[in-house]
């Protein structure tokens, strides 16, 4: 099918995403094209991102700006205290592996993270995200939004473009996942600003502060 050119000074046509591999469905962000763009015009970024490495992912912004980045995987953690029988112990470890200064950090990837842990885990690592974000530093993260789900699997968000990601899943030792109401995640980053806040249809509210 032919597309009619745009007109002179009108934006092109938004392009159909490009297909992604099998077993990965590809997923549309409304947030994280609101996290690029409050990120826009920074010539250095420093990011903290609580999964695990991507590749891809590390490409994608350091094709945007100069980036440092600090890769934890506390997935890792949450499973290896799982098999373990020790998720009360969360509360104690996730925190203490943020050791960057205060107000170092222009962005947070939590990704899904707080679906989780228990509340003594949340509040005691979203108080350390919080401590580690510059003034206007900006933090990204997606909280189940139904009740009754038990989180069975890992989802490694691979940035497919600006708009998509691409879902690769991983088993987990099976949790009951924590379901927050808006207000209470928004007591768990006090500090912070809600900038953007989007519910899915996938029953997941993807939300994006602001540090004052």
């Known amino acids: 099918m032919l597309r009619r050119a745009p007109r002179p000074g009108e934006p092109p046509p938004e392009a159909a995403p490009r297909p992604a591999p099998p077993g990965e469905p590809l997923v549309a962000s409304r947030a994280f094209p609101k996290v690029l763009s409050a990120l826009g015009g920074r010539e250095r970024l420093t990011f903290i991102d609580l999964g695990p490495a991507v590749g891809s992912n590390l490409e994608f912004f350091a094709d945007r700006a100069a980036c440092k980045f600090y890769i934890d995987d506390l997935f890792a953690e949450i499973e290896a205290q799982a098999r373990a029988g020790a998720r009360e112990t969360l509360a104690t470890i996730l925190p203490a592996r943020l050791t960057q200064p205060d107000g170092s950090v222009d962005a947070v990837l939590c990704w899904d993270i707080f679906d989780f842990l228990d509340k003594p885990a949340s509040q005691g690592l979203a108080r350390e995200l919080v401590r580690v974000l510059k003034p206007g530093g900006i933090l990204f993260g997606l909280f189940a939004n139904q009740i009754g789900q038990q989180k069975k699997q890992y989802t ?22 924590q379901v927050l109401p808006n207000r209470d995640i928004i007591r768990l980053f006090d500090g912070l600003l809600v900038s953007d806040s989007f519910l899915l249809l996938t029953h997941t509210r993807e939300i994006v502060f602001r540090k004052k």
């Open 156 to 177: 490694k968000f691979i940035i497919h473009d600006e708009s998509h990601f691409r879902h690769r899943t991983t088993p987990a030792t099976p949790v009951a996942c």
